[in-house]
């Protein structure tokens, strides 16, 4: 993006910002108090694990924050390639690490899942600006720590919100760039009141044409944090969601189209009845999900802290499509005789429907003495989905309702896991890691395209290393590390429903560079073997090289 203004007032004293040529200051630098990383603890690694990772604050994230997605905000990060449908860095956006795709990258926000339970792929159109409610992130490289949700093969991508800040504050800001993208977004404190309690929040809108033909994006977004702390104590209470309603751009060109028309977009063509070529309107991804999360922690001694989590998702919405000539079957109209010719397919508008919940648990203990440190943890997860379809206007429609539905399947997904991990330093220079977890998933639906399905997964992943420091900035490290995830849907689908495993040997060499903005891992060279178990025989051996990026 070309421009952005930035404006920082006091609290109820809003006006509205100017365009800055130079970098706009943090107004609210130094008023943040990171007491809170005690959520995403039991799932990040330090430099004495032996796991791949970069550390992101967001002072580092802040400079490039101008309303894109965290995908795209980690496009700099070594091993990382991102998507965007649209071309703009908002709406449907996606992420690759190390070549893998999202379904095998695990996210997290303050240690609870992100990753859609059936799809297991991270939506990130269903959250737009939300790294202006992130404290920091830490992207783990390959199969990484235990966590909670489905197994990392590419990545572990866990994120912190924001922290409270001690001062009262109010702050809007707005970006201005190509393809008509424009974002603003309010966000306030109330500081912390008797010094115990704060109350902060955001409201962000984005709205752009997209690169891509027609690829729209109208998205809306909340964040409202309630948090109150004393000595040993820090409940936060949080609730924040979107709204995204985005012109479908997800089909893609062929090569030729691609030099010749490289913003053409398939989405919604037609013919009309004089066969002109048409593109519908309304060809529309329109979905609404709100997340409220409650987290508590408590020290307990000196050695001792617990963490506990509930959360609850909520989510709904359609993509609507232009067809033409379907069949009359596929709807269950029955056939027409128009002006004496039998009738059996017809144009129409159709909407598919995902209405779904996903609620649990997550927690942890950690005990941290001197050379030790301990991690108990764990979690689990429901999912409840409904699919189905609505035909909201046909050319031909037989005698069927507007509100009919020509589908109507339900999936159900349990998720349960335990785990240790274990950091153990054996002096100045040598520390051990290891990390054993169990994890038992559910799944059931009854999809046309699925089948019937009742499968139950067992997996255990143990994992362990041995890291050797060099001097502050580098280290070397030697670790195994096992994952297993189960099919997700589209596997059901194309039929292919089996578990995939993976073992994973490495050895390498970082170089850290650490400071008061957080702690960023290059890594110089790395050298991994993998034995990847696909439907129970085929294997894979591949290797793979950071090269250092500043």
């Known amino acids: 993006m070309k421009y952005s203004m930035f404006a920082t007032m006091a609290l109820f004293g809003l006006t509205m910002g100017s365009f800055a040529q130079q970098q706009p200051t943090d107004s609210l630098e130094g008023k943040k108090v990171v007491l809170d990383e005690v959520f995403v603890s039991a799932v990040r690694v330090t430099k004495e694990s032996p796991v791949t990772f970069s550390n992101l604050t967001k002072e580092q994230i802040k400079p490039r924050n101008l309303g894109q997605d965290i995908p795209v905000l980690m496009n700099f990060l070594p091993s990382v390639v991102t998507t965007s449908d649209a071309g703009a860095g908002v709406g449907y956006t996606g992420i690759r690490v190390r070549g893998s795709d999202a379904t095998r990258v695990n996210v997290t926000i303050n240690g609870i899942p992100y990753n859609d339970a059936e799809s297991q792929g991270t939506f990130w159109v269903n959250m737009p600006d939300f790294a202006s409610s992130t404290e920091s992130l830490q992207l783990q490289r390959g199969v990484g720590t235990s966590t909670n949700g489905a197994g990392a ?6 994120l912190l919100t924001d922290g409270f800040s001690r001062d009262a ?3 809007i800001s707005s970006s201005y760039g190509s393809f008509n993208t424009f974002r603003r977004n309010i966000k306030f404190s109330t500081g912390l009141l008797n010094d115990m309690v704060e109350i902060s929040g955001r409201l962000s809108r984005i709205n752009s044409d997209g690169y891509i033909d027609r690829a729209s994006s109208d998205l809306d977004s909340y964040f409202l944090q309630g948090a109150y702390k004393d000595d040993n ?5 949080l609730l924040f969601g979107g709204h995204e309603i985005t012109y479908q751009a997800w089909y893609g060109i062929d090569a030729e189209t691609l030099r010749t028309n490289r913003t053409y ?13 048409q593109f519908y309107e309304n060809e529309v991804d329109n979905y609404k999900q709100d997340h409220a999360q409650l987290l508590w922690n408590e020290q307990l001694s000196d050695y001792w802290s617990t963490n506990i989590a509930l959360h609850y998702t909520r989510g709904r919405g359609f993509f609507e499509q232009y067809r033409e000539d379907d069949d009359f079957s596929t709807y269950g109209f029955e056939t027409l005789n128009v002006d004496g010719e039998e009738v059996n397919t017809t144009d129409l508008i159709r909407r598919r429907w995902l209405d779904n919940d996903f609620y649990g648990t997550v927690f942890s203990a950690t005990y941290n ?3 030790l440190n301990l991690i108990f943890g764990g979690g689990w997860n429901n999912y409840e989905g409904d699919h189905f379809g ?8 037989s005698n069927s309702d507007y509100s009919e539905r020509y589908y109507d399947d339900t999936s159900k997904k349990s998720d349960f896991n335990i785990y240790s991990k274990v950091n153990y330093k054996l002096n100045d220079r040598w520390s051990l890691y290891g990390d054993l977890q169990y994890r038992t998933v559910g799944y059931q639906a009854n999809g046309d395209d699925t089948g019937l399905v009742d499968d139950t997964f067992n997996f255990f992943n143990p994992k362990a290393g041995i890291t050797y420091d060099l001097n502050r900035n580098n280290n070397f ?4 590390a096992n994952a297993s995830r189960e099919p997700n849907r589209n596997d059901y689908e194309n039929g292919s429903p089996r578990p995939r495993k993976i073992g994973r040997l490495g050895a390498g060499m970082a170089l850290y560079n650490t400071g008061c903005s957080g702690e960023h891992q290059y890594i110089l060279y790395e050298i991994s073997g993998s034995i990847g178990v696909d439907r129970g025989t085929e294997r894979r051996w591949g290797s793979s090289k950071g090269q250092y990026r500043g």
């Open 153 to 158: 093969f590419g990545a572990s991508l866990n």
């Open 390 to 397: 609505e035909v909201i206007w046909a050319r031909f429609a």
């Open 169 to 171: 504050y109010a702050q």
């Open 477 to 480: 490290y030697f670790s195994y």
């Open 265 to 277: 977009n398939p989405s919604g063509i037609y013919e009309d009845e004089n066969g002109n070529t």
């Open 369 to 371: 003495k001197e050379n």
């Open 233 to 237: 104590t820090l409940i936060k209470a």
